[in-house]
């Protein structure tokens, strides 16, 4: 769908219509994009199935869906209350990014080691775990690094 107005006739009609359809819509935790219009026309009929293959951070809209669904709950998309009637189902595992083990390979695989590295996405207790791992190879190698957390405050720790 290569326009906003062809979209928008796109999710007007498979909303109103109940004609079966597989929709891809990528938006992060969707809170933001056309997985949002989806979500506002969609969410509060049963006939509708949302599957998630990514990690929903919490706080997030996705993460609130997946929470609230079992209990016929609501999300709040763009300030507008939905009620969650459809089916919510997650597939583990999927992720487009790397996970810890990838990290660290792709660190060590450099021909120079980077001598500073902020963590700045995921969840504060991951980044500290990833962290201590990062400081733990820099060590083995007898290398120096300031891992430092989101915030820019002081390195964790100094290796």
């Known amino acids: ?23 891809i819509a990528g938006g992060g935790m969707c809170s933001s994009g056309r997985i949002v219009n989806y979500l506002k026309r969609m969410l509060a009929d049963q006939r509708h199935n949302v599957l ?14 997946q929470k609230y669904a079992p209990s ?18 997650t597939l583990g595992g999927y992720s487009a990014h790397a996970d ?23 969840e504060v207790p991951a980044r500290k775990a990833l962290a201590r791992e990062l400081l733990s190879l820099y060590r083995a190698q007898n290398r120096v690094v300031d891992v430092l957390v989101p915030t820019g405050a002081e390195p964790l720790v100094r290796s």
């Open 1 to 23: 769908i290569d326009s906003h107005a062809r979209h928008l006739q796109t999710v007007n009609y498979l909303a109103s219509t109940g004609r079966p359809a597989i929709v």
């Open 52 to 65: 998630f293959t990514g990690y929903q951070a919490k706080g997030t809209p996705g993460a609130a869906i």
């Open 72 to 89: 016929g709950g609501f999300v709040e998309l763009e300030g507008e209350r939905c009620m969650i009637h459809a089916g919510v189902s």
């Open 100 to 122: 810890q083990k990838d990290l660290l390979n792709f660190v060590s695989g450099m021909s120079e080691w980077p001598e500073e590295i902020r963590l700045v996405h995921g």
